[in-house]
């Protein structure tokens, strides 16, 4: 299972990113796909996920500001993210989840870091 993230990068403070993370080794329409992210000194924390069917699941941590779909034909899943703030700056995590229920991580891409200035 390959997961590589890209789209991170240095913004300012009520900027927009989007990441993206192209998914190979897995029947990619079978797999819920979701986000974590790792602020500095900080756990690993959901942001988001999407089931096979392309529901979105959203936690709290960002205040409705990010929007996960996916493309099954690219087999690639997406977050955007609008009015960054620094406390957003960190790693943010591609993941296959083990099921559309919840996102119990089964598989980490290497992660693309995310920088929010003041």
């Known amino acids: 299972v390959q997961l590589v993230e890209s789209g991170g990068g240095l913004v300012q403070t009520g900027g927009s990113l989007r990441l993206s993370c192209a998914a190979s080794?897995?029947?990619?329409?079978?797999?819920?796909m979701g986000w974590y992210r790792q602020p500095p000194g900080m756990q690993r924390e959901l942001v988001a996920f999407?089931?096979?069917?392309?529901?979105?699941t959203y936690d709290e941590s960002m205040g409705g500001r990010v929007t996960t779909s996916r493309d099954n034909s690219k087999s690639t899943v997406y977050l955007q993210m609008i009015s960054l703030t620094p406390e957003d700056t960190g790693t943010y995590y591609c993941?296959?989840?083990?099921?559309?229920?919840?996102?119990?991580?089964?598989?980490w891409g290497h992660g693309t870091q995310v920088t929010v200035s003041s």
């Open positions: 080794g897995i029947t990619f329409s079978d797999t819920a």
């Open positions: 993941v296959t989840c083990s099921g559309n229920a919840f996102c119990l991580p089964t598989n």
């Open positions: 999407v089931t096979t069917e392309g529901q979105p």
